[in-house]
């Protein structure tokens, strides 16, 4: 279903998100306003988990924690049973404050700092996914430090660059992450992984884009990735556990998306890896993906309190809230387009082709270039769907504005889960130099 057909009406006649009337939320909690609901997240963890068991097998859904990464949401994913991908040491930090468990959870990144792999190692976190020639060397050198065999898995580039329904596939990746396929940099790290009797290598990672709703691309993924596990099996001897295809699973931001469960082709994914390993004389390696986007996205929806509504004559109307690209920049960075709804009216008729502006001093700080809506005016309360993804975990101070509070909403419970930053906390690392007092 829709996430903007999934809300319901309150008595009151407002929109209801995760069984709690939105404008109830705003009196308590007030806007912007991140919310969250934990039910949809729990289902689609069990969408992801039950399909890939469903499919026979053995391995891991991590969530991509980059897309929303706060301590109560580490804490429902950990008691679905799913591992996650953190990138960084504020995530890994987070991790840790949330009890996460260590052997589930994977480290990424192009370029990890050693004091970040060493939190990570002292941690014990299940795999640390080299990403470069220089991070074997220094890895190792702080698994000896510490005493410990680190599990690696390698990032490799297959060459497959895929977005919505797009996909291009090319011999050599021009990008940053990982290792190319075809070039020898990814048979030359695994050479040098062998050589450090500090790590583990224990797979294979890629990551192929984002917002996809293809499925050919995972196969390719799956082809081009079992045939390198193949050939370093033969050339070199190695023999690994399982395979990753990160994430990048699709969701519904607009009408123009496709409506279809993110977790729907996993199976398909799975039988293509094992064909493969079948025909490749490969046994069946574990099975790892990383949603990011598709676990939280379609759980989260931003309410915004409209302020100003402006008529151009002739050109367009635009109707400002109190947010904009400090808590969402996706349409500033990448053109996303969201769909929105008057909480205050959610059944009235969308007569109006309006832009909704953020309060930001930038011309360009637009969060919907054509929202359709009923007529607007100050006062009224403007929910943002699909904004569970990418929003809070982008937002920034820009304009010295402070990042809005996030609330947990279950059935009619709700909760914060994120307080609202204060103006006290946005001083709070402003220091002046000595000869200034
Ligand atoms: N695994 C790896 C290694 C990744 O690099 C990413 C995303 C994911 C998993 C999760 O991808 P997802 O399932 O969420 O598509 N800020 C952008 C998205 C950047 C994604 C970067 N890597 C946006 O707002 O669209």
């Known amino acids: 279903m829709k996430p903007w057909e999934k809300i319901s009406v309150s008595a009151a006649g407002n929109m209801v998100f995760g069984g709690c009337d939105c404008i109830e939320l705003v009196k308590e909690y007030g806007t912007p306003l991140y919310v969250l609901d934990e039910r949809v997240v729990r289902e689609v963890c069990r969408g992801f ?192 556990k399982e395979i990753s295809f990160g994430g990048g699973f699709g969701i519904m931001y607009t009408e123009k998306d496709a409506e279809a469960e993110p977790y729907e082709f996993i199976g398909e994914m799975v039988e293509a890896l094992y064909k493969n390993c079948d025909e490749k004389g490969l046994p069946h390696y574990d099975f790892c993906i990383e949603p990011g986007r598709a676990i939280v996205g379609e759980a989260g929806i931003t309410l915004y309190t409209v302020g100003t509504v402006k008529r151009v004559p002739g050109v367009r109307t635009y109707v400002s809230v109190d947010g904009g690209m400090g808590d969402n920049p996706r349409h500033m960075l990448y053109g996303s387009e969201y769909t929105a709804k008057l909480v205050n009216k959610p059944t009235a008729a969308a007569t109006e082709t309006l832009a909704i502006a953020g309060r930001y001093c930038e011309s360009g700080d637009i969060l919907i270039k054509e929202a359709k809506l009923p007529p607007c005016q100050a006062g009224d309360v403007l929910a943002v769907f699909s904004t569970g993804a990418y929003n809070y975990s982008m937002a920034s101070n820009y304009n010295r504005v402070p990042i809005p509070a996030m609330v947990l909403v279950n059935e009619g419970k709700h909760a914060q889960i994120v307080k609202r930053q204060s103006y006290e906390q946005l001083i709070e690392n402003d220091t002046m130099a000595p000869w200034q007092k």
């Open 49 to 240: 988990d039950s399909a890939l068991r469903g499919a026979g097998a053995q391995g891991r859904v991590y969530y991509a924690s980059k897309a929303l990464s706060t301590t109560a949401l580490y804490r429902i994913i950990e008691q679905e049973g799913l591992g996650i991908d953190v990138v960084s040491g504020g995530e890994l930090y987070t991790a840790q404050n949330a009890s996460f468990p260590g052997e589930r959870i994977v480290f990424h990144g192009n370029n990890k700092t050693p004091d970040e792999l060493r939190m990570a190692v002292e941690y014990g976190v299940g795999c640390i996914v080299i990403d470069s020639h220089e991070e074997i060397g220094t890895l190792a050198d702080i698994a000896r430090d510490c005493r410990k065999t680190v599990r690696v898995s390698l990032r490799v580039k297959p060459g497959i660059e895929a977005h919505t329904h797009e996909f291009v596939l090319t011999a050599i990746d021009d990008c940053k992450f990982g290792l190319g396929l075809y070039d020898g940099e990814a048979r030359l790290a695994v050479k040098e992984i062998l050589t450090r009797k500090e790590l583990k290598l224990i797979g294979l990672h890629c990551h192929i884009g984002s917002q996809i709703f293809e499925k050919e691309p995972f196969f390719i993924a799956a082809d081009r990735l079992t045939d390198f596990a193949l050939s370093i099996k033969k050339d070199l001897d190695t023999e690994i």
